[in-house]
């Protein structure tokens, strides 16, 4: 019983943490850019952190190559998009985890 207690008691400091801190948090990672690149180097996505795409960046001689269709470019950008977009939520989840000390919370919390 008294465990549950002691749980509640942390949960509610974390909760106050996190309303103090999340504002700043958040402009910091909007403010954020992440990019990777797909296919060696040939394809390059930014996404801002909030995962907005910003910027994709297409080697030219990629496109002078015969061999390219539209399926294989198409799956470059999104390959390098999905990488950018994973890289802005591991930097979102670290902040996270920063704000909370390491504490999971509950589904459904945020």
Not at 37 to 49: F, K, Y
Not at 57 to 72: F, R
């Amino acid at each position: 019983m008294f465990g549950d207690i002691a749980n509640l008691g942390k949960l509610m400091k974390v909760a106050g943490e996190m309303k103090r801190r999340m504002p700043e948090m958040q402009a910091k990672l909007a403010a954020s850019e992440y990019s990777a690149e797909s296919g060696g180097g040939v394809v390059r996505a930014t996404v801002s952190g909030k995962l907005l795409l910003k910027d994709v960046q297409i080697d030219p001689q990629l496109l002078a190559d015969p061999t390219l269709d539209v399926g294989m470019l198409e799956g470059l950008i999104e390959a390098a998009v999905t990488a950018a977009q994973e890289k802005a939520s591991a930097a979102a989840a670290e902040a996270m985890k920063e704000i909370t000390g390491g504490m999971e919370l509950p589904p459904g919390f945020m």
